[in-house]
Nanobody, 123 residues
């Protein structure tokens, strides 16, 4: 079992930055593929970014060039650095994990999910 706890959300003005963190329990974090998803009110959950256990990253087109996903295996933590935030980035952001060597971008591929952290971008 893996437990994921997100932090770092909050209220920010358009153009600002936030860094989300996701701390994972367990001793095998380095073997997990990690991802970030988000869900805005009234919308379906969507993919944001993913990182493989080897460090390869993949982004949704809507965040490419603005967001950066990274991982620090020694701290069992994955990060999402969000720059140039827009009001349309407002959502609950979820961290997800799956024991896989692949780069995963579909929510159905992930086994474990955090509770989410709210990000609100004001215009």
């Amino acid at each position: 079992q893996v437990q994921l706890v997100e932090s770092g959300g909050g209220l920010v003005q358009a153009g600002g930055s936030l860094r989300l963190s996701c701390a994972a329990s367990g001793r095998t974090f380095s073997s997990y593929a990690m991802g970030w998803f988000r869900q805005a009110p009234g919308k379906e959950r969507e993919f944001v970014a993913a990182i493989s256990r080897s460090g390869l990253a993949y982004y949704a087109d809507s965040v490419k060039g603005r967001f950066t996903i990274s991982r620090e295996n020694a701290k069992n933590t994955v990060y999402l650095q969000m720059n140039s935030l827009k009001p349309e980035d407002t959502a609950v952001y979820y961290c997800a994990a799956a024991q896989s060597a692949r780069l995963l971008y579909r929510d159905g591929d992930y086994t474990y999910w955090g509770q989410g952290t709210q990000v609100t971008v004001s215009s």
